[in-house]
């Protein structure tokens, strides 16, 4: 059966180009934003022996034949965070990389199997800072494209204003009306208030699962429309390789940025307790296997180079959403060079 509208299609090629082609001039853009800020662009290697330890990221799986007919599963990997930090473990104190990473299961107007992410990291530094960061990435992008504001699914907002910061306890109080402290590790309490919200609630959800459905439905959309927002200081459980806030340990040291009510970016104040990290990872994988039935192996080289990793903040960037928001596409493969074909 013929596939309708290919990339290659002449026709349906030069519909996307022009978006294609400020995709091209952003990646320059960005680039010499981090060689003017003394940042290392680094290779991540993208077959890993584990594809990352989150709950509900979906990895692809391949088989390495070595000679002599060894056989070694790997995968491909989600993030290229764990050689971002063996690397900083490794001398490194400013990188960046643009990697291509891989996600299962993931195809929307905002989410693709093969998509590439902006990583960069800073010994040393606030995570904080990299609100900083983020700030003036959307201005770099919006001047290499010539555009003054950003915009997705009827929202809008100016690159060039200082984004908002607002706490998670905050924003729940805001668009939800849950004072979330209060429902902290009660999961019944949190489900009365889900249910408050008309929400559907399983039997099985657990407090995690909870919390996100809130975050999806009533917070998210309502961030980043004027200006990007920061959404800062999340549960400690919601927050698997970020350290804990040394004046409140209940939260932890992460933001997510977002856009139109879009998510661009996700940042840590990382962790770099091996034994706390090989905690959480166990518990996230026991809660994998509990909703998916599969769990990922532990990347113990990771945990090894943890306890030589510098303190440090890093963030990673969705940059084809970048893209979305700054050429104002309605999908994901209308910014991306080559997208996988659909069955």
């Known amino acids: 059966m013929r596939r309708q509208n290919p990339f290659w299609g002449e026709d349906f090629h030069a519909g996307r180009r022009t978006r294609l082609l400020q995709r091209a001039r952003i990646v ?67 990188i960046f990389a643009l990697a291509h990473v891989f996600r299962n299961g993931e195809r929307t107007k905002l989410h693709h199997p093969e998509f590439t992410m902006l990583e960069w990291y800073r010994a040393g530094a606030s995570y904080r800072t990299l609100i900083d960061d983020c700030a ?31 706490s998670v306890t905050e924003a729940f109080a805001r668009f939800a009306g849950i004072d979330l402290v209060s429902v902290l590790d009660d999961r019944d309490a949190l489900a009365a208030e889900a249910l408050r919200l008309g929400l559907r609630v399983a039997p099985d959800d657990h407090w995690s699962d909870l919390f996100s459905k809130i975050l999806s439905d009533k917070i998210e959309p309502n961030l980043g429309e004027g200006r990007v927002a920061a959404l800062i200081d999340y549960p400690a459980s919601e927050a698997a390789l970020a350290r804990r806030k040394p004046c409140d340990p209940r939260f932890a040291e992460r933001f997510e940025l977002y856009g139109c009510g879009v998510e661009l970016a996700n940042a840590f104040g990382e962790l770099i307790d091996p034994a706390e990290q090989r905690r959480r990872f166990a518990a996230d994988m026991a809660e994998r296997r509990r909703i998916y039935g ?28 970048l893209v979305m928001l700054a050429t104002r596409a309605e999908t994901i493969d209308q910014v991306i060079w080559a997208p996988v074909a659909r069955v």
């Open 136 to 166: 003036a990435i959307l201005q770099t992008a919006a001047e290499a494209v010539g555009v003054k504001t950003f915009g997705f699914g009827g929202k809008s907002l100016d690159p060039f204003a200082e984004p908002e910061v607002v």
């Open 28 to 94: 320059a853009a960005l680039r010499g934003f981090f060689a003017a800020r003394d940042f290392v662009e680094i290779e991540p290697s993208a077959l890993q022996v584990s594809p990352g330890n989150e709950t509900h990221i979906a990895g692809f799986a391949t088989q390495f034949s070595a000679p002599g007919g060894v056989s070694q599963q790997l995968y491909l990997h989600s993030s290229p965070e764990f050689d971002c930090k063996k690397l900083l473990a490794a001398g490194e104190r400013r």
């Open 294 to 321: 599969e769990a990922y192996p532990l990347d113990e080289d990771f945990l090894q180079a943890l306890a030589f990793m510098p303190p440090s903040s890093g963030a990673a960037l969705g940059l084809d959403r």
